[in-house]
């Protein structure tokens, strides 16, 4: 087809017009020039009639926003159920010893008591981290607190050792899943940003050591005058932590969640596996985290040492246990400023170093001004582990992993931990104790965060592809 030459005049000259600026007089000319070359509007062939009625607008979708978690909601949680523990921390050990146990068979039974509980964690973490993917976070967050009210209130109805053993046991397995949830929650809303975690993250750890500390001064006296008083406060605390947990909203999105699937997740004891097999990085950083928590596996031991080491009964532990809380509390508040002056990495080396400082210093401690000496080293090592477990949440928030599961991973892990390592330090006391080394727990412990932090000096934080 050939254009005319005034058509092709009539075009190019509208696409001059819309390259330039527009003025009224341009608009009046380009109409009469469009008007002239095509001629006028043709006929219509449609009967006039009545209009059909405009179609219904359908409005777009509002984008679904995260539930409202607020700050001070998970702080005061998290206080309140440090304080449930704290109240009763110096309980067992002195009870245990009291029934005529030696201090060497204490620290066997509390090694057994830690590694059974944490075996049943280690079985049952993958499932549970599955099953608050499903079906939400608020029912594993409230039937655990209500699960440890149980078990401290049948302390108050009889407090014989083998309740205080069997609670102690029901305990220490329902905290970590009320945590698994915990942590899945938070993440559910804050995991997206690395360095606004781990400022969180810091939070949670001083609302904790607060918590921790003040329960544990009075949790001291209280289990000096009678057990069932320090169970009696504890299980209180849990009626608090339940109310709080009541009101708080479900994290889990709606779309995730669904009532319809009625086989149980699958069993997956190895689940923590799968921390080493998603990139190098994320293994070397969850390898750093392995080494930093295997020197939880201490647990109650530290008292046994106290007593060997300083003869401590059970109200001067209280009084450790708190000034301890509230150096971790100050030096976690420091967290932020830490990394932002130092870098993630260069905080989690510093932080680090500092703890592996405080243990040798408790190690040799015979003194109460020795041991009281630790706490500096102790208040900043305590935000060590922040900036590298943010950046593990956020690697895994990358790599769409489920924040139930990434959390059941974690806790597997720790629960593992928790299995050999209790009964490793009972061993590492017994070794210790016949040959004139009591302190050897602490001397491992302080071996085992200095390989930690020459791990952490290795590793790449920053915001990169793997």
């Known amino acids: 087809m050939r254009l005319k030459p005034a058509t092709l005049y009539a075009l190019l000259h509208t696409a001059t017009a819309l390259a330039l600026p527009a003025t009224p007089g341009r608009r009046r000319s380009l109409a009469r020039r469009h008007a002239s070359t095509i001629g006028p509007?043709?006929?219509?062939?449609?009967?006039?009639?009545p209009k059909p009625p405009p179609l219904a607008t359908?409005?777009?979708?509002?984008p679904s926003t995260p539930p409202s978690l607020s700050v001070p909601l998970i702080c005061a949680v998290s206080a309140l159920q440090s304080a449930c523990f704290g109240v009763i921390g110096t309980a067992l050990a002195p009870a245990l010893a009291g029934s005529g146990l030696d201090p060497v068979r204490v620290a066997v039974v509390l090694g057994r008591i830690g590694s059974t509980s944490a075996l049943l964690e280690v079985v049952l973490s993958g499932s549970l981290g599955r099953y608050s993917d499903r079906v939400g976070r608020k029912p594993l967050l409230l039937?655990?607190?209500?699960?440890?009210i149980i078990a401290r209130s049948l302390v108050v109805l009889k407090p014989d050792v083998s309740v205080l053993v069997a609670a102690r046991l029901v305990s220490s397995f329902a905290v970590p899943v009320y945590w698994l949830a915990f942590q899945a929650s938070v993440a559910d809303v804050y995991g997206g940003d690395a360095t606004r975690y781990a400022v969180l993250g810091s939070r949670i750890q001083a609302a904790m050591g607060l918590g921790y500390a003040v329960a544990s001064l009075v949790g001291g006296r209280l289990a000096a005058r009678d057990v069932r008083l320090a169970y009696g406060a504890s299980a209180f605390l849990g009626c608090c932590v339940l109310a709080l947990v009541s009101s708080a909203p479900e994290t889990r999105p709606a779309s995730k969640i669904t009532t319809t699937e009625k086989r149980p997740p699958a069993f997956q004891p190895l689940a923590f596996r799968r921390l080493f097999m998603r990139g190098p990085r994320f293994a070397r950083l969850n390898a750093v985290v392995l080494l930093q928590s295997l020197t939880n596996g201490m647990g109650d031991l530290w008292q046994v040492l106290a007593r060997e080491l300083r003869q401590w009964g059970a109200a001067q532990c209280g009084r450790f246990a708190a000034a301890a809380g509230c150096a971790s509390t100050l030096g976690t508040l420091l967290t932020g400023p830490s990394i932002r002056l130092f870098g993630p990495r260069g905080h989690t080396v510093a932080t680090t170093g500092c703890a592996a400082a405080s243990s040798a210093l408790l190690g040799k401690a015979t003194t109460d001004v020795a041991a009281y000496s630790a706490l500096g080293p102790m208040a900043l090592g305590a935000g060590r582990s922040h900036a590298t477990s943010a950046r593990i949440v956020n690697i895994g928030t990358s790599l769409g992993v489920p924040q139930g599961q990434l959390s059941a991973e974690r806790n597997a892990l720790n629960a593992l931990i928790k299995v050999?390592?209790?009964?490793?330090?009972?061993?590492?006391?017994t070794f210790g104790s016949k040959r004139g080394a009591i302190g050897l727990p602490f001397f491992v412990t302080s071996a085992l965060l200095a390989s930690s932090a020459l791990l952490a000096a290795t590793i790449s934080y920053e915001e990169e592809k793997d």
């Open 143 to 148: 039937a655990a607190p209500l699960v440890t």
């Open 58 to 62: 359908i409005p777009p979708p509002t």
């Open 41 to 49: 509007e043709a006929p219509s062939n449609e009967k006039p009639g």
């Open 420 to 429: 050999v390592a209790p009964t490793l330090y009972a061993t590492l006391f």
